[in-house]
């Protein structure tokens, strides 16, 4: 309950500190507008921000190892805070030379781009390069099985880690280094071809029943709505389930289904939005106009209303493909997506699931799921970033 | 007010009609089971009476429309069917004690019930405030930062953050288990204690979805002429939100919620499975894997039910709080 | 000796655009004193809003003052402080904006609205502002007073609700009020009830005011003073009549003397001429729900028929069945004395080719990502087949006849031209088709006066060139004295009068057209005056029933 004395005895703390420091503002400054009309709230939530930061630097700069235990929390947050600064600046380097080098457009697209854009960009540009080249980048193969199982991440002996496995190797004995770069490879390249699967099919129908109308566009909508009435997953995992019997009796491999099955629930998401850009365009009167002119269908969907769908068009393959990604991260975090030999993170996550029970002790052992779930994570967050910067820019909302 | 009453039932009658639509697609995808599934799925140990029991019971004898209409009439009356599993075990141990899906269910159903519940305790006014706060100071360091946040917290897989919480909250601090095994007749408290840290992960993605979407509306609301209006007349900003702004911006934002609670089913799935935490979503993941066709195809139409239910209450409650509806011209 | 109630001097605003400040008003002085009514007039783009409300000392977001002063009755408004705005915002000045529907929210009563500002400024109590609210009602000429106030804003109709937003803003009885173009929204027949509203409150309770619109015969009946303002300049200010009788700067001369642009009027069609187009009892429906009864016109060579009336009197729905794009449920349409099919995807290329549209928006009816020359090459390419540098040739030779530069714009996107220019191509594009009758859809209706006065001017030319026909779409009378031939007038999807137009603007009329013909404003200042006394001031709800 000391816990709770503390809290209240610090907001008592924070709040007389943001009046007084509104009031001397206001005193030192002249009544400049900036303090003159500053609610109370923003003076508070200035102070308990310099509070939370002092807080911060404190604990950053504690003491790594206490007696020969290392105070895994410290670790941890370091690990954590690094990473975050070491993001920020590769970002802003990035951009940088974005800005500098390239072509009229790419440069000028470099200048408006905030930072959060620049680190997505950079992120995916990495993690395409790591799918691609995967072959070439990892050391081993992901199938590879070594003698010597279970050893720890760090590649320091006395700790039980072992140069030749910087990220160690699980319980099978395969290297967890390569399986994570395989991975890439595996989760972000199944998870992009789905997202085409799902873009091709609900993106034409969509169109196609934005401008035909009519009964199609009653049947395909009613169709849809139901198939979106079963939440995204259970479907998925529902179908899964009778997927893996048919995958028995025919051998082919449950992957397959995967694809199909999530590229069909998906479809449905991109049917909706696609339908409502096309009807969006086809309602404007050039659209009209070239109708009256007595233009084909081909020419009025390829020169009309294609170009005028591709801003918001991409935006949702971005967040398809986060959504994809996701779903079959997860159904294989469950066991029933993408089956073991092939490296998968969502696999990887499940297998070594339990080291981070270890963490207290031994932080390096934990990194070894949080890596591969980190992985998951930092592609969907850049998609993400990068997504909502082009929504912002297309909707021209004047902040 | 005859007008709005015809429009919620029109969307009453629609909800029940998906349902039963999408109950028709959960007994077609579970019917398109290859002919001798009953054999693959309880594999070697499949008994000649476990097999011939699953087979009269889902009547495969019948034909199609005699066996949905069957099931459906059974679902309607309370009989979901007897899990695969337990027909297998009761059949080998030689014993009748079947228990019926709807009693395996049941307990599960309120622990789930439970779990998001008390997430929808702390997610709700957390995410509002913060919504509405982010929207009023939009672009400054605060609402940056919630941005970058939630944005991060709803792209990250379940799972990881249910790792992390685990790690900071469970290894580093023991401040609480990391399973959540609760079982019925735990005191209050200490099952308080177990699912705080499932609670914690899903209102972490909950609260993020939903916040941000608030945002959207509030600031949405914002750029209205008549709040301009009002700001023009001299009203202080307090009343200006208060009086102009939030009785504008019930129906988006009980919309927001309703979405989200919605979205919370299936979040618990996963959540349930890294905390072990006994509830539906556990459950259904198990008879996924063992494919236990009757407990898969019983929880399907729960988490469905589920979901057209929030979604439906959604579209009323915004039809009720849109003043143009409720006082027509 | 009146006092001097505002005193604004070298007000400076800025806007934001893609992150870079731009100024849109560049140094404006305005003088109001105690009870005056100062017009403030421009073209879009002008600053006039951003004054009027800068006036207040607000800005919208994305806008800033950069520099200058607003004295208001000895305060700075520019430097006061938040809380010192608030007391004067609503109490002391106040705000009608453009759009009353937009404005009222929705959630409350009008009379919960009309009520907040006179006690959120400790003027009166609740009740007393209530009684005082619906005096106001009165005063405005609303219908049942009494009751209007306890509706919800969407039960009432638009013009009712700018009056009721005039009186919430005479609440507190502010010392001036900012009417921001109040009727630009409201048809012709509702603009006379709110223009005669504003103008007796305001002269009843000795309330200065800021007029701001862009209609020159409005504000001739409204203001004492008139100010032109030019793309964030001032041109010139005066006295109402002398600036209206003698205005000093060419720009201003150039505003006032639009409305004098006109075409000679043509002879009367020969009998037993063939018509051009010809309506031949066409009834039409969406869906279920009938918008055209029996109309019958005819349309013949060279020569331009107007067709007029409000919105919702279907003529835009008439265009769409001569396209085809609404094929009529009853009668049908000749061109040329041979019948066409109904449906436009039943017609042959030819019969397309000859009948062409220009929208009103330029916006929506050209493609945002095709260049100029694509959207005038393409029609020149589907009817005449030609390709590469000849269709290059002919694309150039039509932008010449529209009267814009062909190596300077071929190229372009439309996002990079202006309003009118946009307009032009529309007209190009049409032409490019070689059609014999093009139907214009109130294609200048969204326009500037000067920039509609080049576009009515430029679309005569090619009529005498090209002897093409044209069926004009508008509901702005002016135009049609300009340009047409003969008019056509309709009302609630029926013909109400046709003829001539020297005929038209004679009397004697349908009722309706003569309600329309004495709804226009003219740039008389008693012109309001007489109006109101022609039809007798407690005539005008009458007069106006189903409007309103």
Known sequence: MSWLLNLILILIATTVVAWVFRFLGQKFTHNKPFFRDMPFVVAFGYVAGLLVLIAAVSYYFRPVEVNGVP??????????????????????????????????????????????????????????????????????????????????????????????FPLGTDQ??????????????????????????????????????????????????????????????????????????????????????????????????????????????VVMDYIEAAKLRGEGMGYLIFKEILPNATAPLLAEFGLRFCFVFLTIASLSFLGVGIQPPLADWGTMVKDLSQFINFAAFAPNVATAPLLAAGAIALLTVAVNFVVDWMLHKSSGLKD | MGSIFQIILQRLVLGILTLLIVSVVIFVAVNALPGDFAQAILGQGATEEAV??????????????????????????????????????????????????????????????????????????ISITLGVLAALYRNSIFDRAVNITTLSSISSPEFFLAYILILVLAVLNPIFPSLSNVYEGMALGEKLNRTMLPALTLTLVVTAHMMRMTRAAIINLLASPYIEMARLKGIKPMRVIVRHALPNALAPIINVIALNLAYLITGVVVVEVVFVYPGIGQLFVDSVKIRDIPVVQACCLIFAAAYILLNLMADILSILSNPRLRHPK | MTEQLLKIRGLKIEGKSDEVWIPIVNGIDLDLKKGEVLGLIGESGAGKSTVGLAAMGFTRDGCRISGGSVDFDGVDLVTASAAVKRNMLGKRIAYVAQSAAASFNPAHRLIDQHTEAPTQHKLRVKAESELDGMELYRRLRLPDPDYIGFRYPHQVSGGQLQRAMTAMAMSCRPDFIIFDEPTTALDVTTQIEVLAAIRDIVEQLDTAAIYITHDLAVVAQMADRIKVLLRGDEVEEAETRAMLSAPREDYTKSLWAVRSFQRPAKPAISAGATPIVSLKNVSAAYGKSPVLFDVAFDIHAGRTVAVVGESGSGKSTTARCITGLLPPSLGYIEFNGEVLPLDYRKRSKDQLRQVQMIYQMADTALNPRSSIGDIIGRPVQFYSGLTGSAKRKRVEELLAQIELEPGQYIDRLPSELSGGQKQRIGIARALAAEPQFVICDEVTSALDQLVAEGILKLLSQLQDDLGLSYMFITHDLATVRAISDDVVVMKDGRVVEQGLKAEMFQPPHHPYTDLLLSSVPEMDPDWLTNLLNGRGVDNIGDAAVGKM
Request: overall charge positive; proline content about 3%.
């Open chain 1, 172 to 281: 099978i004995g395969r290297d967890i280094y390569s399986r994570l770069i395989y991975g890439a490879q595996n989760t972000v390249g199944i998870a992009f071809a789905t997202t085409c699967l799902a873009f091709f099919v609900g993106g034409s129908l969509g169109f196609l029943a934005a401008i035909v109308g009519g009964w199609l566009d009653q049947i395909l909508s009613r169709a849809v709505d139901v198939l979106m009435a079963i939440p995204a997953l259970i479907f998925a995992l529902l179908l899964m389930t009778i997927a893996s019997v048919w995958s028995n009796q025919l051998g082919v491999d449950r992957t397959i289904f995967m694809v199909l099955i999530i590229a069909m629930i998906d479809s449905t998401r991109v049917y909706r939005l696609s339908r409502a850009v096309g009807q969006n365009i």
């Open chain 1, 71 to 164: 105070s895994a929390g410290v670790i941890f947050f370091r690990w954590a805070v690094q990473g975050f600064i070491g993001f920020a600046i590769a970002a802003y380097l990035f951009r940088l030379f974005g800005r500098a080098v390239g072509t009229a457009g790419t440069r000028k697209l470099f200048r408006a781009m905030p930072l959060t854009a620049a680190f997505g960009v950079l992120v995916i540009l990495l993690y395409a390069i790591v799918s691609i080249f995967a072959g070439s980048i990892a050391p081993y193969g992901q199938e590879e099985i070594f003698a010597n199982a279970n050893i720890v991440p760090g590649g320091n002996p006395m700790m039980g880690g072992d140069p030749n």
């Open chain 2, 52 to 125: 011939a029991q699953i087979r009269a019971d889902l009547g495969l004898d019948q034909n199609y429309f005699m066996r949905y209409f069957s099931w459906l009439a059974n679902v309607l009356t309370g009989n979901l069917g007897i899990s695969f599993a337990q027909m297998n075990f009761a059949s080998n141990m030689g014993g009748d004690q079947l228990v019926g899906v709807v009693e395996q269910i049941a307990p599960r159903f309120k622990a789930t019930m439970f779990l998001a519940g008390v997430t929808a305790m702390f997610a709700v006014p």
